[in-house]
């Protein structure tokens, strides 16, 4: 009888085991962003190419628009292993502790996506993934985004028309003071919260690279949108460290092959998405478009790289001097 039974519950164990063994590993990937953005899109891409290649071994669940976790809350929740992957943008690792980061939030220290991806695909774009291991993340790929505009419901055109504005930005101290350069008053808020803010009038006005403008609707509460492209916004794919390491192998290889081939896609399309929403909020009819005259850009310029040796100390000075070197900027 004793022999019976432990027959049967080999014969049970042997049942179960494939269905175990094939039960696939679950990638929790969140962000902030909408859907039809450049950042969603490469994380689309990901998740098709990683389940593909590792022949369902791998199930990637993308929640985009902070619907599993906001900014403020999304940083902890990777550390903490309740998420597995983010792509946040550059300028919020500042909380986290690793200022350097916040060297991509420089005004005017990229000219075009060439001179940014000599950064984020060279030594310095490694040695910032590094300083993020200590935290126990690990820095998969940078994604592109694009360079900023301005908007808020009066025209902005030079500094002084910003006296006095309230701008919403994100947690980065070096876009505190860019916006303080301008004689404006900087407001740190979620991403999920700038619609409602800017339409109550909590804050005036905002700055982001048009795909994120229009696909948070902000066209709706904005009656201007200056094209100021004095800055750059971009991400950095990241993964809860000891999740990560403790793949097998194998998917780790896979997945490394599948993120390098959705940042391939997701940094080709970038810069038309932002093109496309900016002709998109062009056409709503909604917000004016202004386009800055050369002494405008100037004036712009002349106050906002103040910024740069304000922020030396707190960025690291060694980190400034290699973006310099890498894309020619001379302040
Ligand atoms: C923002 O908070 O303005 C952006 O960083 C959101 C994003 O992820 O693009």
Same mark, same amino acid.
Do not use: C
């Given at each position: ?253 896979? =997945?490394?092959?599948?993120? /390098?081939? #959705?940042?391939?896609? *997701?940094?080709?399309?970038?810069? &038309? $998405? !932002? ?16 386009? =800055?005259?050369?002494?405008? /850009?100037? #004036?712009?310029?002349? *106050?906002?790289?103040?910024?740069? &040796? $304000? !922020? ?20």
């Amino acid at each position: 009888m004793k022999f019976a039974k432990w027959m049967l519950g080999i014969a049970v164990l042997a049942l179960l085991a494939p269905a175990q063994a094939q039960q696939p590993i679950v990638i929790k990937f969140s962000h902030v962003v909408a859907v039809d953005t450049p950042k969603h899109k490469g994380a689309d891409r990901f998740k098709q190419l990683a389940e593909e290649r590792s022949k369902g071994r791998v199930k990637v669940e993308i929640y985009p628009n902070s619907s599993l976790f906001k900014d403020g809350e999304e940083m902890e929740a990777l550390q903490l292993g309740s998420v597995h992957m983010l792509a946040p943008s550059l300028a919020k690792f500042g909380p986290l502790g690793v200022r350097d980061f916040e060297v991509f939030d420089l005004p005017y220290v990229f000219d075009n996506y060439e001179e940014l991806h000599k950064v984020t695909h060279g030594p310095v774009g490694a040695t910032l993934f590094r300083k993020l291991e200590p935290k126990g993340i690990v820095g998969l790929a940078y994604w592109d985004n694009g360079f900023k505009v301005m908007s808020a419901n009066r025209s902005i055109r030079s500094p002084a028309d910003y006296k006095g504005l309230k701008m919403r930005i994100q947690s980065s101290k070096v876009l505190g003071d860019e916006i303080k350069a301008l004689g404006a008053i900087p407001q740190v808020m979620a991403f999920s919260e700038v619609y409602q803010g800017l339409q109550t009038g909590v804050v005036d006005g905002t700055e982001n690279p048009p795909s994120n403008f229009y696909t948070q609707k902000m066209h709706e509460v904005q009656k201007f949108l200056a094209v100021t492209n004095h800055g750059y916004l971009g991400y950095a794919v990241i993964a809860n460290k000891k999740f990560w390491d403790g793949l097998p192998p194998d998917i780790r290889a896979t =997945l490394g092959g599948a993120m /390098k081939d #959705a940042t391939v896609y *997701a940094n080709d399309i970038a810069k &038309k $998405e !932002n093109d496309d929403a900016l002709e998109a909020v062009r056409k709503s009819g909604k917000t004016q478009i202004v386009s =800055l005259t050369a002494e405008e /850009k100037a #004036a712009m310029r002349k *106050a906002l790289v103040t910024v740069h &040796k $304000e !922020n030396e100390s707190r960025v690291g000075k060694e980190t400034i001097a290699a973006v310099y070197q890498a894309t020619g900027f001379k302040p």
